[in-house]
Nanobody, 124 residues
Framework: QVQLVESGGGLVQAGDSLRLSCAAS????????MGWFRQAPGKEREFVAA????????LYGDSVKGRFTISRDNAKNSVSLQMNSLKPEDTAVYYC?????????????????WGQGTQVTVFS
């Protein structure tokens, strides 16, 4: 059974940083792209960042570009999201996801396994 478990969320002030982590188990993920999405109350799930199977390429949503950095450690079956200069509009539940292919992907349908999510709340 594939499992993705996020951690690192919390309550922070605007301008602060947080680092989210996602631990994968149940199979090897080194040949799959991985991504982060977020969902705020009353809004659709939003693409945040994606990383190719080998970490060589990354992709970011416009709202986080230049502030967030995605990385992965295939030896540890994990992916991380470093979030800097946080804003109140970054408040959401953040989800880690495993892609269907090795490549970058921006839409939820391109991912077939999801974590349970971790809450990030940014106050001004």
């Amino acid at each position: 059974q594939v499992q993705l478990v996020e951690s690192g969320g919390g309550l922070v002030q605007a301008g602060d940083s947080l680092r989210l982590s996602c631990a994968a188990s149940g199979r090897s993920f080194s040949n799959r792209g991985m991504g982060w999405f977020r969902q705020a109350p009353g809004k659709e799930r939003e693409f945040v960042a994606a990383i190719k199977w080998n970490g060589a390429n990354t992709l970011y949503g416009d709202s986080v570009k230049g502030r967030f950095t995605i990385s992965r450690d295939n030896a540890k079956n994990s992916v991380s999201l470093q979030m800097n200069s946080l804003k109140p509009e970054d408040t959401a539940v953040y989800y880690c996801a495993l892609g269907r292919t090795f490549n970058l992907a921006m839409t939820p349908v391109e991912y077939d396994y999801w974590g349970q999510g971790t809450q990030v709340t940014v106050f001004s």
